[in-house]
Structure formats: C-alpha cells, structure tokens
C-alpha cells in the first residue's frame, strides 16, 4: 500500500489510528442471533458476535490457554461496527468528586 504525501492525509490517519476507534465490517455482517465474525486487528483475533438479544458485540481473543474472551467496547454507528481496543479505555476508574465553593456564598 502506498501512502500519499498529503500531510492532511498523515495528520488524519495519525489522529485515527491515537483514537483507539476500528471500523470492522457493516452491521449485516453478523445478521442474525448467535452469528460471529473473526477478524485480525493489529495482530490480536477480535471475535464480533450478535447475541440472542439482537446486540452485536465484541471480544478480544487471548492466546492463553483457558482463557476467556475480553469484552472489547464495540458501537454501531450509521450501520458499520466500530471497535476500541485502547486498554485505558477498558480500565475501571474511580469517579473524582470534586467539591467547590461558589463565591457568592
């Protein structure tokens, strides 16, 4: 694959890629319940699987032995499957509440 020189082109790719966002395939890809689909992101299976509930849904392939799928944050937008596989984005956070005083009190 050649890349055109455009910086546009790079800086679009670049922000793309930092996103942590993946298009897969179109949603009819997986058209019915208990239908999957296998593909090969950056090097690691992700597994696109529609459920008995009708919701499309994805997990991340580890190669350990008896190892569980890792749900991977999927969303569905204007009909094409998107995946994120940026860890940060799956980690569990503690809510920050923060206090603060108005002034006029």
Known sequence: MTVPEDPR???EMATAYRSGWHFIDLATAV???GDSLMVTLFGEP???NRGDD???RAY???RRPRGAPQPVRCAIRYGMIFVNLDQRD???VEPQTTTATPRSA
């Open 31 to 33: 058209p019915h319940r």
């Open 9 to 11: 082109f790079r800086r």
């Open 54 to 56: 009708e919701e499309i």
């Open 90 to 92: 799956h980690q569990l």
């Open 60 to 62: 991340r392939c580890l």
């Open 46 to 48: 992700v597994v696109i």
